[in-house]
């Protein structure tokens, strides 16, 4: 099964209007990396979290890693139509090589 | 650089017929990883390998092989092409050991009829 939750699965919002997906695991990870998909294109890496709370800012996105490493968010600031997309969570479980994908949220955005 | 490649762009199989989707870096990345995209279920991790001669299995393999002849090309055949196997292949590549950004080839959207 899945390994990494992610929520929502879709969201639409107003240009302007912020946006939260959330991660979580039930087991710690040993970091926690996002990625965005534009339509029909493929995932790009934005930010890797490493330590417990860490909060990482790129501009209007805001990251955070959990105290307990087993959760993540990623917040934007008043959304841009730019903004559009699909953003996924993804994490090395601990002990493993391999990075697992959350479901991903798809962001719509009307301008 | 070209990064990570990909081909065909997109394929119409046959039910019951075989292919290989090709995958090759040029980042001398001695991890590489197949992915199938699906709506709603996000990225699914399909096969894996650490470096050449050395492949595992990720969360969903049944129907599919791979091997690591190269460290540039890790090729994905369907041996009998299922319409369950309708889907967008990711190709994904990074330098292996510590968890560093992987990168995504175009992708391959692969329908089954």
């Known amino acids: 099964g899945q390994q990494v939750m992610q929520i929502p699965q879709y969201q639409h919002v107003q240009e302007g209007e912020d946006f939260t997906t959330y991660c979580n695991s039930s087991?710690?990870?040993?970091?926690i990396q996002w990625y965005k998909q534009r339509p029909g294109g493929h995932p790009v890496f934005l930010i890797q979290?490493?330590?417990?709370?860490e909060v990482k800012k790129q501009k209007r996105l805001t990251f955070q890693f959990g105290e307990a490493k087993k959760n993540s968010s990623l917040h934007i600031t008043a959304t841009q139509t730019t903004d559009v997309g699909t953003y996924f969570c993804?994490?090395?479980?601990?002990?493993?090589?391999?990075?697992?994908f959350g479901q991903g949220t798809r962001l719509t955005i009307n301008p | 650089n070209a990064g990570v490649t990909q081909t065909p762009k997109f394929q119409v199989l046959k039910t019951g017929q075989s292919m290989t989707l090709q995958c090759a870096q040029d980042m001398n990345h001695e991890y590489m990883s197949w992915y199938r995209q699906d709506p709603g279920m996000g990225l699914r991790l399909i096969h894996y390998s650490v470096g050449a001669g050395i492949t595992d299995q990720g969360e969903v393999p049944n129907g599919y092989n791979v091997s690591r002849s190269t460290t540039e090309d890790f090729p994905l055949r369907l041996l009998s092409a299922a319409p369950s196997q309708t889907s967008v292949y990711f190709c994904a590549s990074r330098v292996a050991g510590a968890p560093y950004e992987q990168y995504f080839g175009p992708g391959t959207r692969l329908t089954v009829t």
């Open positions: 087991t710690t990870l040993s970091n």
């Open positions: 979290l490493v330590k417990s709370g």
């Open positions: 993804a994490a090395i479980i601990q002990g493993a090589q391999k990075l697992v």
